[in-house]
């Protein structure tokens, strides 16, 4: 197993499937991005921060959730459709939101530590969120078990992270500077750049699917 391998993987099932994860997914991000730019509005970029995670809280547990369930489901020959999906995600909402408050909170404290104890904890959490979906873990007890699942493959995840992730977030930067002036060219740019951001998403499960297979 190594990082190109995830990556290619990765993308074939993205773009093999991208006909039912945009309509799953991107309404809820295009909505995410519409509130965080109402808030940024209305509280000012220096008071975003707290306000802005908040509102990703509430929107986040949704399509992600809905997207494990969607992989899962692939995995096992099952067919739900995204009102399906997005039902079995809104009953998992409460659990999943509390996984992703207590994670937010624990990598932006790490990134305020030299940054590095962030991305540690970022990778260390990993699997939380497929425990919690897949196997029914309660919130601490899946951060619990991604800790000690993640051991031995730190720079595994490390690498195909930063290899999805530093795209985006030089996209990301440039999207601020070119959506200044743009309402609407600002949440059409940063709805398609969180939609891409899925592929962290993505890779880290199908890591989880075959570090399963090696155990079993």
């Given at each position: 197993?190594?990082?190109?391998?995830?990556?290619?993987?990765?993308?074939?099932?993205?773009?093999?499937?991208?006909?039912?994860?945009?309509?799953?997914?991107?309404?809820?991000?295009?909505?995410?991005?519409?509130?965080?730019?109402?808030?940024?509005?209305?509280?000012?970029?220096?008071?975003?921060?707290?306000?802005?995670?908040?509102?990703?809280?509430v929107?986040?547990?949704?399509?992600?959730?809905?997207?494990?369930?969607?992989?899962?489901?692939?995995?096992?020959?099952?067919?739900?459709?995204?009102?399906?999906?997005?039902?079995?995600?809104?009953?998992?909402?409460?659990?999943?939101?509390?996984?992703?408050?207590?994670?937010?909170?624990?990598?932006?404290?790490?990134?305020?530590?030299?940054?590095?104890?962030?991305i540690?904890?970022?990778?260390?959490?990993?699997?939380a969120?497929?425990?919690?979906?897949?196997?029914?873990?309660?919130?601490?007890?899946?951060?619990?078990?991604?800790?000690?699942l993640?051991?031995?493959?730190?720079?595994?995840?490390?690498?195909?992270?930063?290899?999805?992730?530093?795209?985006?977030?030089?996209?990301?930067?440039?999207?601020?500077?070119?959506?200044?002036?743009?309402?609407v060219?600002?949440?059409?740019?940063?709805?398609?750049?969180?939609?891409?951001?899925?592929?962290?998403?993505?890779?880290?499960y199908?890591?989880?699917?075959?570090?399963?297979?090696?155990?079993?």
């Open positions: 197993m190594n990082p190109l391998s995830i990556l290619r993987d990765t993308w074939f099932f993205f773009s093999r499937h991208l006909g039912i994860l945009v309509p799953l997914c991107l309404p809820w991000i295009v909505i995410e991005t519409l509130v965080q730019q109402q808030i940024n509005v209305a509280a000012g970029p220096q008071n975003f921060a707290p306000w802005g995670m908040a509102a990703g809280l929107f986040y547990p949704i399509y992600t959730a809905s997207l494990i369930l969607y992989m899962i489901d692939a995995g096992e020959g099952v067919e739900r459709g995204v009102r399906e999906l997005w039902s079995a995600a809104l009953r998992l909402w409460p659990a999943f939101a509390l996984l992703s408050a207590i994670t937010s909170l624990l990598i932006v404290i790490g990134l305020y530590l030299m940054v590095l104890p962030g540690f904890v970022m990778i260390k959490l990993a699997f969120e497929f425990l919690l979906v897949q196997r029914g873990r309660s919130p601490i007890d899946a951060m619990r078990e991604s800790f000690a993640t051991t031995g493959h730190f720079f595994l995840l490390l690498m195909t992270s930063l290899a999805i992730l530093a795209p985006v977030w030089i996209a990301e930067g440039w999207i601020t500077e070119a959506g200044k002036d743009a309402p060219l600002s949440v059409v740019l940063h709805s398609l750049s969180g939609f891409f951001q899925l592929l962290l998403t993505v890779a880290a199908r890591i989880f699917i075959l570090l399963g297979r090696e155990a079993a």
